[in-house]
């Protein structure tokens, strides 16, 4: 179509460019966009504002950071650095630009690596890998302490340390392998399995602070599933406080540090170990008097026991029995002496009452026929001539009946 | 009564077994009823055991080991 010479004017610069930016505003796409490239034409004034251009081999785009986002930045950006950007399109009327308002920065490739790890997450943690009950149980008092980390970093230096000060006691066993690099998850995984077939206590899986590529191999399957099937729990130190790898997760336990790790793996101390022994200590005399004392105590009862049943003891009362015997016999015998004598003066006063010479001295005779000295009581009894026997009070005479 | 290991010397004894042994005893002098003179000689076990563990944790020293394939060797630490 031909514009027409003398057409009427539409638009002013303004409203032309305010149209343009509600245009590229309203599409949902733009204002929610990753987009990698190369920084150039840096430029940090006085604001705190971030400026730069993002470039490719083909396109540039004009970027800014405001201070607020700028301020979070963890990554120094400098120019010729490859990242990737977060942000929305927006345009910039009085410059008659569009440009990239950033509100995230970071290095290349990183988000592909984020991108695996939340796959590989997903996966591990449908498989159960990471389920609290498989947690296991961090002993105390650790005699063999395994760790997995390299022999010549920071990390092995911190451990050592810290357990040299908390439970020198302990024995340590290093299987050192790489932490960082394509050898590193083959050389872990053979160092956790390695140390399994010693069963220490407890296996340190650790590394020192880096970045996310340096802590990568934390977050290879191999050594992941090495983690989770180890037979000795495992505590995880990677990184620093804020970094979590999926070592983290399989682990038993997960310690923000190395220096942590090996805290967490001695959480009984030679201080609390001296503390116990005294206790023992102290049990042990405690449990002794008291035993001494029991001893003592049954000691003094069995003396008394002897006092009672002692001989003297026993000869007194024996003595004293015989006596009282002594005594009730002494009275028996007197009361019956006493019941006898009674008998014999009743007897003795009825034998008085029966004497036949007290009725000769009324008068009365006894008579006997001298013949056969038979008594004569009856007059049938004799007859004239008969020799008779006649005994009075004072003494006796013949007669002869008429 | 604790019986198992009390023929061995308690210098012989590591940490753990002169503890454990110590721990059994202890027990056994507060619960059980035995003999004043058998008492006495496990209070007496247990005395040693007390020194023998008191002794171990005073000189202490961290052992570090080096797993390198199947052997363990002694691990140089650098300064």
Partial sequence: MQPSLFASVQWTVSALTKYIRDLLEVDVTLQDVWVQGEISNLSRPASGHIYFTLKDAGASLRCVMWRTDAARLKLPLQDGMAIEIHGKIGVYEVGGQYQLYADQIRPVGEGTLYQEFLRLKAMLEAEGLFDTERKREIPAFPKRIGIVTSSTGAALRDILTAIRRRLPLAEVILAPSPVQGEDAPPKLVEAIESLNQLKPDVILLARGGGSIEDLWAFNDERVVRAVASSEVPIICGVGHETDFTLCDFAADLRAPTPTAAAELATQTTMTELQGNLKTFDLQLTTSMQDILEEHSSALASLHDGLRFFSPSRRIQSERQRLDDVAHRFAVAQAHRLALEANQIEGFRKRLEALNPLQVLERGYAIVTRQADEKLISKIKQVKSKDEIHVRVSDGDFNATVK | ?79
């Fill in chain 2, 1 to 79: 009564m604790p019986k198992s290991s009390s023929a061995k010397s308690v210098e012989s004894l590591s940490y753990e077994q002169a503890l454990k042994e110590l721990e059994s005893i202890v027990a056994a002098l507060e619960n059980e009823q035995r003999s004043l003179d058998e008492s006495m000689a496990l209070y007496e076990r247990g005395q040693a055991l007390v020194k023998r563990c008191a002794k171990i944790l005073d000189k202490a020293e961290l052992k570090v080991k080096q797993l390198s394939g199947e052997t363990l060797t002694d691990f140089e630490e650098a300064e």
